[in-house]
């Protein structure tokens, strides 16, 4: 299968590599990563070893594929769909954090719009060399759920490629019980400077509970199934299962980048506001980050 990864951080540098061992992969990113990627290769370690050649270029534009996998930040989304749009594909599959990315591409791709969670580990050590922290999964689907067949093409292609994937009828449920782990985790760990782990422990445990139960109680009003338990024990899962990593947002704060909180916590607190319902932890700490963020002239003031 072609692929375009578009993308080439941490996870899309990861996935693009795994799936290089089997697919003509081209890897969509920054120097001077993708600049060593395309003259060098792509190193990958610690929980699994591989060393691949996929494409790289800094230009995503003009590309034809049967399948594009979009790993950028979620402010980057519209971006991404603008310059995708001038190429072809049969599909595309958002593994993204926060909601709204697959509307967005949706509305710019004339393709089939994929939605996907994503549990593999990733880090970027530095340019050209990825390291997987952890062997998870990928499940994918149709965002509005229900059986598709181009879902279940792609999850056997990845499987080709020894990724572990699966296809899944029931998306809505799974984007919102991973946007209630990110409002959970993401801001919490990113504030207090903590590792994951920490949220295991009052009084860290218990703002995250409380962002994720009001998450919970959005997705409800969209219409999902997803109850506070349920929430609330994904969270716990997470927390434990990945005690020792450091959450994507605590590593944007640490390098003085722009979070994805309008896409996780902010989101949340819009949803929740369409339905009459308060959602005052989640608009705490997205107010926090936000204004960091300001002070620090990474968002309009």
């Given at each position: 299968m072609e692929i375009?990864?578009?993308?080439?951080?941490?996870?899309?540098?990861?996935?693009?590599?795994?799936?290089?061992?089997?697919?003509?992969?081209?890897?969509?990113?920054?120097?001077?990563?993708v600049a060593t990627v395309a003259e060098s290769g792509l190193r990958i370690s610690n929980r699994i070893d591989a060393a691949v050649e996929p494409a790289a270029t800094t230009d995503g534009t003009n590309l034809n594929a049967e399948l594009a996998v979009v790993t950028v930040k979620a402010y980057d989304t519209d971006q991404a769909a603008t310059a995708l749009a001038a190429g072809s594909f049969d599909a595309a599959l958002?593994?993204?954090n926060g909601l709204g990315n697959e509307a967005t591409l949706a509305n710019a791709l004339d393709c089939e719009v994929l939605a996907g969670t994503a549990t593999y580990g990733a880090r970027l050590i530095e340019p050209?060399?990825?390291?997987?922290?952890?062997?998870?999964?990928?499940?994918?689907?149709?965002?509005?759920?229900?059986?598709?067949?181009?879902?279940?093409?792609?999850?056997?292609?990845?499987?080709?490629?020894?990724?572990?994937?699966?296809?899944?009828?029931?998306?809505?449920?799974?984007?919102?019980?991973?946007?209630?782990?990110?409002?959970?985790?993401?801001?919490?760990?990113?504030?207090?400077?903590?590792?994951?782990?920490?949220?295991?422990?009052?009084?860290?445990?218990?703002?995250?509970?409380?962002?994720?139960?009001?998450?919970?109680?959005?997705?409800?009003?969209?219409?999902?199934?997803?109850?506070?338990?349920?929430?609330?024990?994904?969270?716990?899962?997470?927390?434990?299962?990945?005690?020792?990593?450091?959450?994507?947002?605590?590593?944007?704060?640490?390098?003085?980048r722009r979070t994805e909180i309008d896409a996780v916590s902010e989101a949340v607190v819009e949803r929740a506001e369409d339905h009459g319902i308060d959602a005052p932890t989640n608009e705490l700490l997205a107010g926090v980050v936000r204004s960091w963020e300001r002070e620090r002239g990474l968002r309009e003031p």
């Open positions: 375009v990864v578009f993308g080439a951080g941490s996870l899309g540098s990861l996935l693009g590599g795994l799936l290089a061992r089997e697919h003509a992969v081209t890897l969509v990113g920054r120097d001077p990563h958002s593994l993204q050209g060399h990825a390291e997987c922290t952890g062997v998870g999964e990928i499940v994918l689907g149709a965002p509005s759920g229900g059986a598709s067949p181009q879902a279940e093409r792609i999850a056997g292609a990845f499987r080709d490629a020894d990724v572990e994937t699966s296809a899944s009828g029931s998306m809505p449920h799974r984007l919102w019980e991973k946007v209630a782990v990110n409002a959970g985790i993401n801001p919490v760990t990113a504030l207090a400077r903590v590792p994951n782990g920490a949220l295991a422990a009052p009084p860290a445990r218990d703002i995250a509970r409380r962002a994720a139960k009001e998450t919970a109680r959005t997705a409800r009003a969209e219409g999902v199934d997803l109850s506070t338990d349920a929430a609330l024990a994904a969270l716990e899962r997470v927390v434990e299962t990945t005690a020792e990593n450091r959450s994507s947002m605590l590593q944007d704060v640490a390098a003085g």
